[in-house]
């Protein structure tokens, strides 16, 4: 625990270094957005393990991510994206929230005692995981510069280490938040 909280002071102090060190017109702010966007995806995780577990409800949901890819399709040309790589993007920010989902669902298995008491109706948060996805293929389009740029990887860590800070996350968290942005960039 010491080690992460350690790493985790490094990488922010490393994160705002190098965000004041690279100039205002090298620098592209919206990739901020675009990781913020996804650690609060990835935080919505909760809510929708909270309102599956321990219903016949699976966490994976072929028909519902299919309907997100085909949205997505439908619209990244119109954004100026690549379809294909704007569905890789999503794709990686549903198997983040199916991370969280399956390690809660294996910590609440364990610590029933921790397991929620009410569950949140599915009806009500998936839109909000629609705004965030519409939030999200925007800054994707936006931040097109940014994610094929040949410093994007290093950019993009220190990114995902300040939002981990910013937003508390634990291990699990952590963790998914490293896969939703795994395809933010798109240089070689």
């Not at 592209?28 to 990781?35: E, G, K, M, S």
């Not at 650690?39 to 997100?68: C, F, L, M, N």
């Not at 969280?100 to 109706?121: I, S």
Request: net charge neutral.
């Amino acid at each position: 625990m010491r080690l992460r909280s350690l790493l985790v002071t490094v990488t922010a102090v490393l994160a705002g270094s190098l965000l004041f060190a690279v100039p205002a017109s090298a620098s592209n702010p919206t990739l901020w957005r675009l990781t913020d966007l996804a650690a609060q995806r990835v935080a919505i995780a909760d809510q929708v393990a909270a309102a599956k577990y321990g219903t016949p409800s699976p966490i994976d949901d072929p028909a519902r991510e299919q309907a997100i890819y085909d949205s997505v399709t439908a619209r990244a040309p119109g954004l100026g994206l690549d379809p294909a790589d704007a569905v890789r993007f999503f794709h990686a920010q549903i198997e983040a929230n199916k991370l969280v989902q399956r390690g809660l669902y294996a910590r609440w298995d364990a610590h029933p005692d921790q397991a929620p008491t009410t569950r949140p109706d599915l009806g009500k948060i998936r839109p909000v995981i629609d705004g965030l996805n519409t939030s999200l293929l925007t800054e994707l389009a936006a931040t097109i510069p940014a994610r094929a740029a040949r410093s994007c990887p290093v950019v993009q860590l220190v990114t995902a280490g300040a939002a981990d800070v910013v937003h508390r996350f634990d291990a699990l968290h952590a963790r998914a938040l490293g896969e939703a942005t795994s395809a933010t960039c798109t240089a070689g």
